[in-house]
């Protein structure tokens, strides 16, 4: 909550986070950390096509072009 | 069996990007002023006879139904497209490969499937000798990386890698040493149209096209051999995405990770089904299972017509019909 909201006044109670809200954002945090180890070695990109080669005027590569020294 | 496999499965392509995009993006930094063809002059090349392609994947039923020695037999003259895990199979067997595909970030594990010209002792990680993909490697290591070594310096000028730009610096290094001809272009990581698209900054700096890889290195050849190559018929051998009956959980890809995660339960996190071509029941962990809904949902977009002629594996349905390889090299010659 806290990076969402800023103010300039001060309130005259504490709020705290709830405890299950905190244990559950822990889990999530957890559960995509493992998870990535499990994912592939390229990602998957729903509905975009095979191949993007760029958007039409922008110089997409096509030709000759030697590595640089 | 519970559906634990399933849901994790469900949750896979975020992961993914997880896993591979901030390591893709810095190797792709390093390899920018390597950077030369792009993976679009393959197309101007006209590989292999006709509108046929043979996708190798490095599944086990590559040795079970030894789908290359039968490949060799029926003079095959499409375009041959092989995953980098292949490469030692098929050149063993004097199959060289008109493309190699390469696409896996990791540091030390992809350039041994070129042979690595630094390792002396075989290493502590022991993916290669626990892998399913070449028991070549898991017999001795040493010994195989050696005689690798030594075909891929031999054949190397006459193989053209498609090399994507989160390729490990070691692997740009080896394929050249190797006298191999580089293609590139970018992994798709995530939505071109987002203006904050990581694959959108990438094309930007190295104008290289973005390739939807499907997840894994197998689909991403897949993709080399229609989107790029422009064959319309497509067999596959190899492509599994699954065990063979009998396998040891130790032996699939992901053990330890499941293992790690989830402890004695880790057994739940597989998938059974059957194989109809076979009538065997094989079986699939979570990340397999993904690559292989995937697969599916993007054949049935595909300009191609794909066969699964690998005779084993999970991959299977409405427009990926399984044939033998014989009678699609058969059909493609007609």
Known sequence: MTEFLKGNYELKVDIEE???????SATDEFERKALSRLGGSICFVSKKGFLWTGDKSDGSRTTDRTPAE | MTDLGRRIARRLSDATFERVAAVGAENAAVNR?????????????????????????????????????????VDFTGAIVAVDSALGACLRLGIVPHVVVTVDPHHERIVRWFGDPAMVVAPADDY??????????????????RALLELVDRYGPEIRVAIAT?????????????????????????????????SRRLHAQNGLPCLNGGGNVGTAAWVVSHA?????????????????????????????????????????????????FLGETWF??????????????????????????????????????MTSLEAFVEESRA
């Not at chain 2, 040493?177 to 992994?187: D, E, K, V």
């Not at chain 2, 990770?257 to 059974?272: K, N, P, S, V």
């Not at chain 2, 397999?288 to 794909?306: H, I, K, P, Q």
Request: glycine share 10%; aromatic share 12%; with cysteine.
């Open chain 2, 166 to 198: 989160s390729a490990a610096p070691a692997v740009v290094d080896r394929c050249e040493m190797a006298g191999m001809r580089l293609y590139w272009w970018n992994p798709m990581y995530d939505d071109y149209e987002k203006s904050d698209s990581l």
């Open chain 1, 18 to 24: 709830r405890h299950e809200d905190a244990e559950a």
């Open chain 2, 284 to 321: 699939t962990d979570p990340a397999y299972y993904w690559f292989r809904d995937v697969f599916l949902g993007m054949a049935r977009e595909a300009s191609c017509r794909t066969f699964n002629c690998g005779e084993g594996g999970v991959l299977f349905g409405d427009d990926v019909p």
């Open chain 2, 228 to 276: 790029v190559l422009g064959k319309t018929r497509v067999g596959l051998i190899g492509l599994d995405f699954g065990y063979a009956p009998g396998t040891s959980y130790t032996r699939t890809q992901y053990y330890p990770e499941l293992r790690d995660l989830f402890g004695e339960r880790f057994t739940d996190a597989f998938i059974h089904l059957e194989n109809p």
């Open chain 2, 33 to 73: 002023p390597r950077i030369g063809r792009s993976l679009l002059e393959l197309a101007e090349e006209r590989l292999g006879a006709g509108n046929a392609a043979v996708v190798i994947g490095a599944g086990p039923s590559l040795y079970r139904r030894r789908s290359l020695e039968r490949l060799v037999a």
């Open chain 2, 128 to 145: 290669f000798r626990r892998q399913e993909m070449d028991p070549h490697h898991a017999e001795d290591e040493i010994e195989a990386n």
